[in-house]
């Protein structure tokens, strides 16, 4: 069994504006690097055996803040943030989110990386865990639709589920167990 703590990036210059930021490359700013900082010291990272990370900046620096040298970073591209398309840079709407995260419309609209397509890479990243890295403890540092994915495929959902129910914050680590 795997114990996985999964964590978002802290906050960037996009996070505060309410710009959608996907896979635009976006660095953390002062108050990301801050909280993260934070995060750091309040919590007992002692027993990570690895930390996996997408390779978006925001992330990255945000494992090597967390990490400090103490254990291995290794970038992994299903960790990437959910494609949103022609949105990305534009401001969140809340009927557009309900909409992409509508399990039945499996949206693609914009060129965005549908819910369905999303859930399936993080199944895939879970499966690639398993086969990897069995019974290791693992820092997962990754984006909040993603988080989002990896989360319902870790407690299960079916098309009635409202993924909307839980959002990822900004440097906060979540536990899991994946068996």
């Given at each position: 069994?795997?114990?996985?703590?999964?964590?978002?990036?802290?906050?960037?210059?996009?996070?505060?504006?309410?710009?959608?930021?996907?896979?635009?490359?976006?660095?953390?700013?002062?108050?990301?690097?801050?909280?993260?900082?934070?995060l750091?010291k309040?919590?007992?990272?002692?027993?990570?055996?690895?930390?996996?990370?997408?390779?978006?900046?925001?992330?990255?620096?945000?494992?090597?803040?967390?990490?400090?040298?103490?254990?291995?970073?290794?970038?992994?591209?299903?960790?990437?943030?959910r494609?949103?398309?022609?949105?990305?840079?534009?401001?969140?709407?809340?009927?557009?989110?309900?909409?992409?995260?509508?399990?039945?419309?499996?949206?693609?609209s914009?060129?965005?990386?549908?819910?369905?397509?999303?859930?399936?890479?993080?199944?895939?990243?879970?499966?690639?865990?398993?086969?990897?890295?069995?019974?290791?403890?693992i820092?997962?540092?990754?984006?909040?639709?993603?988080?989002?994915?990896?989360?319902?495929n870790?407690?299960?959902?079916?098309?009635?589920?409202?993924?909307?129910?839980?959002?990822?914050?900004?440097?906060?680590?979540?536990?899991?167990?994946?068996?």
């Open positions: 069994m795997n114990t996985l703590f999964i964590t978002r990036h802290g906050k960037t210059d996009w996070n505060l504006e309410g710009l959608i930021q996907g896979s635009v490359d976006i660095p953390l700013n002062d108050i990301g690097k801050s909280e993260v900082l934070e750091a309040s919590s007992d990272l002692t027993n990570i055996d690895i930390c996996l990370s997408s390779p978006l900046k925001r992330a990255y620096e945000t494992a090597q803040i967390l990490s400090d040298s103490k254990f291995q970073i290794i970038v992994n591209e299903l960790l990437v943030e494609g949103f398309g022609n949105l990305e840079g534009t401001k969140n709407n809340d009927d557009l989110v309900k909409k992409e995260w509508d399990y039945s419309i499996n949206d693609k914009f060129n965005i990386e549908s819910i369905k397509e999303c859930l399936k890479r993080a199944k895939t990243f879970l499966e690639y865990i398993k086969k990897e890295y069995p019974d290791k403890t820092l997962i540092v990754s984006h909040a639709a993603f988080i989002k994915a990896l989360h319902y870790l407690i299960g959902y079916d098309e009635n589920t409202d993924f909307l129910d839980f959002n990822p914050q900004n440097a906060k680590i979540y536990k899991y167990y994946l068996k």
